[in-house]
């Protein structure tokens, strides 16, 4: 039994040091003096004032994080109500959608970047034709920028904001529902203050997943974003000379920031469970 627990207790720390340990080697170099990245100069924090200084980084970052953001927010919107709408239909169609659904999230990247590419030059093409025979040669050329990234990215985040949702509403007991319905609440009213406040913990879940998805994406940003350079193409294009330390420090507040994030939200699900036990306690007691 002792071995059993050493070895599982060993296994445990393997794959999490596997998992953390680059993480932590990128943390601590950035805090490195030495441009080197094998051999420690001293501790510094020069990388993070080049950082804040660095235009080309910090505008592929804030356009990262404008189109992210946004896509995260439609995506969840949009997908939620989806999710909401699937759930409604008979077990064969659901069954049916879902695996439709299910093709983008295992489809390679590649293939998704190069066909949404496709169809915007298509779509390109067919709008300006169409502004050129109404405008003349005034109209000014429809091509890839910050709408074709953006509807790239909400693209590839809806099945995941759909498969987040989708088990947590077939987990809800229709009852509750009705019964708000009986107790005089309109559909509307017992959607967002009975089923919504139950859904909250999923839909949040996905936005963060969608967030994280879309800041991370470089293939399908590649072919979709013509000009505009999102974070990871930057840091592509810096790879083909040498990666400045200052990526190291750009890393390791990307990592910071998305740990509080989710700490913050399982603080926030861990509260929400402690007061409905007590509400509930409070309920058996009283009964």
């Not at 003096?33 to 080049?50: H, P």
């Not at 203050?193 to 879940?205: E, H, R």
Request: proline letters at 4%; one cysteine or more; a positive charge.
């Amino acid at each position: 039994m002792k071995k059993r627990k050493a070895l599982s207790g060993a296994c445990f720390v393997l794959v999490f040091s596997f998992l953390y340990l680059p993480i932590a080697v990128l943390i601590a170099f950035s805090f490195n003096e030495s441009k080197s990245r094998s051999v420690w100069g001293g501790f510094s924090l020069k990388w993070y004032e080049n950082l804040f200084h660095n235009e080309m980084v910090l505008k592929s970052f804030a356009v990262s994080f404008v189109i992210a953001l946004a896509a995260a927010t439609v995506a969840t919107v949009v997908g939620t109500m989806a999710a909401i709408g699937i759930n409604g239909m008979g077990r064969r169609a659901r069954g049916v959608v879902m695996a439709v659904s299910y093709v983008p999230v295992i489809n390679p990247e590649i293939i998704t970047g190069v066909s949404l590419m496709l169809l915007f030059v298509v779509m390109r093409t067919g709008a300006n034709d169409a502004l050129s025979g109404l405008l003349g040669r005034a109209a000014e050329p429809f091509g890839f920028g910050l709408g074709t990234l953006l509807i790239a990215h909400i693209t590839f985040c809806l099945p995941y904001v759909i498969f987040n949702v989708g088990p947590k509403l077939r987990q809800l007991d229709p009852a509750i529902y009705d019964a708000a319905l009986d107790l005089g609440c309109s559909p509307r009213q017992a959607f967002f203050k009975v089923v919504l406040p139950q859904l909250t913990p999923a839909i949040l879940s996905a936005f963060l997943i969608s967030l994280t998805y879309s800041i991370d994406d470089f293939i399908i940003s590649y072919f979709t974003s013509g000009t505009v350079q999102t974070l990871p193409i930057a840091i592509y294009s810096m790879t083909k000379k040498k990666v400045s330390p200052e990526i190291n420090a750009l890393s390791a507040i990307l990592f910071v920031g998305i740990l509080v994030i989710i700490l913050a939200s399982n603080a926030v699900d861990s509260t929400r469970e402690r007061r409905l036990r007590r509400a509930a306690r409070r309920e058996e007691g009283k009964a």
